[in-house]
């Protein structure tokens, strides 16, 4: 029997949308070449980011009196280059928030989905598991990870998807809840699916979307929480170049060499507003239900 | 809907108890005490000596049992650094928490309501894309450098607020704005959603046909029926924010939970630890019940259960 | 109208009398506020025995030392200290001191006497103590007696004890010099003392408000500073350095130290700068050398990496020139010159390439791998930015250098179980007066210590002449032959030193911070006019 999802309709559908004409172009280009330039760090940064010189401490962006054309965007507090910094950094920085979305993502769907599905004691089991971890304060958690395990970036990864799966967790489990009681997800239990396979088949798929806008939405605080992170003491270590460290390191410096937290700081924020008009328009798209996020 | 009550708070205290388990071995794994408090020519024998004094040289179950017995009846233990009761350091900085937490929550309510409203009135016009904008900003920028921003502009600049510390009103409202920032983005977002919702509702269509005014309209009648989320989200995220104010109260001097839990850490101070992260927690966990009693009450459906629905 | 007028002269000049009396008198009392930032209150315990090295500062204004030092760093005091005056036997073995009469403690608990005395460091030596000499104190001392009133003798358990004087002084940078009050204790309890410490100095304590502040309040007199010119004294605590910056220029706050490179900017504010020259300094360790078989272990190696270093562009860049090079281990240029040391001759030439043929020639042609523990460090905010700059020194010379940053505690405990052979990592260079050397080189460089560096023979009999002379001088010839030994080895790598920075409000212009370390010399600005 032919297996009946939403997905054929649902691609109609989105095509006809008028939400899809109004493509969010900006955001989409900017993460765009974020992720190329993120993606081939070696071919695009001038300089190596960890080259220290101290005789070029501090040289001001290129428009700037006193600035150098070899450092568009001026050097750091050991003469490091900006710019390859920035450009290594956006590897660190998103490699970082994709690695701990998947974390969490996974651990958080996994539980979702068989939460959801199974309900009865496992949900409940499950859910008061997410509960607890979401009242762990999370700066506090991360952080005690950091001090526990040694900062590192695998530290960063654990502490953030650790914190992130029950998140994920209670909405995907809310999306399964209302799911099964579908009359495609009946038929397919009728017609003698594994459990299994109606998960992963049928359930999932019908998840994805609010999966996918859940992920961009937290792209950007991922990135903020780093940075919070570092500020304490426990992010990304030294001297590895990462937008977060970089802009917490920059605060000691932040008037008379402003340039050192700015750049980083406008093109964080850059990243962040564009994740965020990224998410909110795939979640116009893809699931209005989820307005509330 | 006592029943439900019940249940919600059994399940309260087994969130806490498995809190509780996973931040004493945490920071159990986060390193020594010991070494930090004693002086550089301390023997094996001092070593000895102070480990047995604060306990730490019993069997990891035993001291689990101790801890777990002390904190149902209110003792959290001695302050490894400080040697105070635990408790009575975490009491004695929530004041300051509790009132920076809920002025932060002013100024996002004050920042937010209008701008939702205003946003989900003229949606997708320059004031909403405005207001969204502003809401995302709060979002998109680390709290101790939008911080630092307005220490140096206005009070190391124009002087005319204080940089750091309790004290008058005045202190209040740089460190204020910075927390709240953070949360209006949120508040924002979901009011404007739950506002454009209700409006498309029935009932307001109605309310427009009998004449109301757009205004009585969408302050009188949708933004009530548009609240409930809302306040869900914030009651839960008021709790929440005392213990994740750590970076605000470092940069403004705030002598508040998250500056004690941080500092706890850095010294392996395990009974402050635990005293402040079980306790934040408590500050949830019961938020979050009386959120749903709230919610109960609000809204029918969920009084008569789950079934009918 | 003649008498009329004459009596109205006559009363106003009456009057005019008593009103300038009391102009007088009002000049004469504390007013006002002085507000001290620091990075942190520490472990915000204000009872010595509790308190740890760092905690230091806000207890300065509270208790009175035993030994007074003066505030230049160049010797003793019978003026400032409890102690009048104090005499070694000839064996070495017996301390005779003198205190002073009518030292008058807090809120009525009496006057200081030497019951006082000998509580405070029996309190010291006991249990509970966390003082940072308690291992020496129990060790060496067997008993502390009354002699009578104003009088006590301190026995060593059979050793000589010359160095009990510079501990009990402000020479040391820990907490056992400040004197207690026994009636306090007896009447308080303990935990009543730590919430309400009771002491001799100027200030005696009001408020502590966690994380945030102590407040203390001027006594009518003190035996040192008269009246007391502030009426209370705030030591606050903020993390942040623009937040301090901010508030020094907000008039919220009157002294508060800033890193070198925020100097220019704060004298375009306006804001007066006061240096403490020569009071800070960043010098790196090698751990375990006495290891065979890693880099540490090779002479040739240490002093390649020494030569590698540019220390004088650390000092022009970070520091803003306000600094110097230094090559002897952990002593600053001034304490070293009153003892008559030459450190400029210990100083190392920048010379990467003789670096590089010396790694050559000690059988490390491709270089080697090498850990550097870099964390903050109260005192040196630049800590971990002179750590990177220097690994990446190092790197130009073939070594390859992995950063690891922990926080202290970390390091501390790995450094006392020895599980860090070879790594490196700073400590800062304290201000010692030669008579503080003593104990640190003991602790890093005889064989028993806990944190030693090395196992030498030559420099166990060296420290031991140091701690067993009786005459000072020996003491002080000992000293030097350990420092040059070091350099002669390149057993460390000293870098430089740094003048201290302090913002400070108009109320605090002629200020001088002295050259004690940990020690603001308060005392200058408790005086009044």
Sequence with gaps: MKEITNFRFRIARICRISYFRKIPVLPLLFLTLLVITSAFPSYLAPHDPNEQSLGRRFLPPCWQEGGNKNYYFGTDNLGRDLLSRMIYGSRVSLLVALLSLILGGLIGTTVGLISGFYGGRTDTILMRLADSTMAFPIILFAFLMSVSLGPSMKTVVIAVGIVIWARFARIIRGEVLSLKERDFIKLARVAGCSTFRIIVAHIFPNVVNTLVVLLTLQVGWVIIVEASLSFLGAGIPLPTAAWGSMIAEGRQYIVRAWWVITIPGAFLMLTVLSFNWLGDWLRDLLDPKLRPL | MVSLLFGRFLQAIVTLFVLAVIVFFLSRLSGDPIELILPVDATMADRQVLRSTLGLDRPLTEQFFLFLKGAIGGDFGTSIRERKPALDLVLSRFPASIKLASFAMGVAILIAFPLAVLGAVNKNGSIDIIARIVGVLGQSVPSFWSGLLLIIIFAGHFKILPAAGTGGWSHYLLPGFTLGWFVVAGMMRLLRSSLLEVLDSEYIKLARIKGVSEFKVVCKHALRNSLIPVVTFGGVYFAALISTAVVVETVFAWPGLGRLAYDAIGFRDFPVIQAVVLFAAFLVVISSLLVDILYAVLDPRIRIGPKTM | ?529
């Design chain 3, 1 to 529: 109208m003649k008498k009329n007028t004459t009596t109205i002269i006559l009363l106003l000049m009456v009057l005019s009398l008593i009103g300038t009396n009391d102009i007088v008198s009002a000049q004469l009392k504390p007013a006002g506020e002085l507000k001290i930032i620091l990075p942190n209150l520490w472990n915000e315990a204000l009872d010595p025995m509790l308190s740890m090295a760092g905690g230091r500062a806000a207890l300065e204004a509270v208790y009175d030392c035993l030994i007074g030092a003066k505030p230049d760093g160049s010797g003793y005091s019978k003026e400032t200290g409890v102690a009048t005056d104090w005499q070694l036997s000839p064996d070495g073995k017996v301390w005779t001191i003198y205190l002073r009469k009518g030292i008058q403690f807090h809120r009525g608990f009496g006057e200081l006497t030497a019951e006082d005395v000998q509580f405070s460091l029996e309190r010291l030596r006991s249990e509970r103590s966390v003082a940072t000499q308690k291992g020496y104190l129990k060790r060496t001392i067997d008993r502390i007696e009354v002699v009578d009133r104003y009088t006590i003798k301190v026995f060593s358990t059979g050793m000589a004890i010359p160095d009990f004087i510079p501990i009990m002084s402000p020479h040391y940078n820990s907490t056992e010099q400040l004197i207690v009050s026994k009636k306090a204790f007896e009447k308080l309890g303990e935990k009543g003392f730590a919430t309400n410490p009771v002491g001799s100095g100027p200030y005696q304590f009001v408020e502590h408000i966690g994380g945030q502040y102590v407040k203390l309040e001027a006594v009518d007199k003190h035996w040192r500073v008269g009246t007391p010119r502030f009426k209370n004294v705030f030591f606050i605590a903020v993390p942040e350095e623009e937040t301090s910056i901010a508030m020094i220029a907000r008039g919220d706050a009157d002294i508060a130290a800033i890193s070198q490179f925020n100097v220019k900017r704060v004298k375009e504010k306006g804001i007066d700068v006061i240096m403490q020259k020569s009071m800070g300094g960043v010098t790196v360790w090698i751990d375990d050398q006495f290891v065979k078989g890693i880099p540490g272990n090779n002479e040739k190696v240490r002093e390649a990496l020494n030569l590698a270093i540019d220390r004088q562009a650390l000092v022009d860049t970070i520091f803003e020139g306000k600094g110097r090079p230094m090559a002897t281990f952990f002593v600053t240029s001034v304490a070293l010159e009153n003892m008559g040391y030459n450190w400029r001759e210990d100083l190392y030439p920048y010379d990467p390439n003789r670096a590089r043929k010396l790694l050559e020639e000690a059988g490390y042609p491709n270089g080697f791998d090498i850990d550097i523990y870099v964390y903050p460090y109260t005192g040196v905010r630049e800590g971990p930015e002179v750590m990177q700059a220097i690994a990446g020194m190092w790197s130009t010379i073939g070594v390859r250098p992995k950063l690891i940053s922990v926080d202290y505690g970390v390091v501390r405990a790995k450094l006392s179980k020895g599980e860090i052979p070879g790594a490196v990592g700073y400590f800062p260079s304290r201000a010692f007066p030669w008579q503080g050397m003593l104990g640190i080189y003991k602790q890093f460089w005889e064989s028993s210590g806990v944190f030693t560096y090395i196992k030498s023979e030559e420099m166990d009999k060296i420290l031991d002449r140091a701690s067993r002379a009786i005459d000072p001088e020996i003491t002080k010839t000992a000293l030097k032959e350990a420092a040059k030994y070091i350099r002669k080895h390149h057993h460390a790598i000293p870098l430089l030193e740094f003048d201290v920075a302090y913002a400070v409000s108009k109320k605090v212009k002629r200020w001088d911070p002295g050259s004690l370390p940990g020690n603001l010399n308060l005392d200058s600005l408790f005086k009044s006019q």
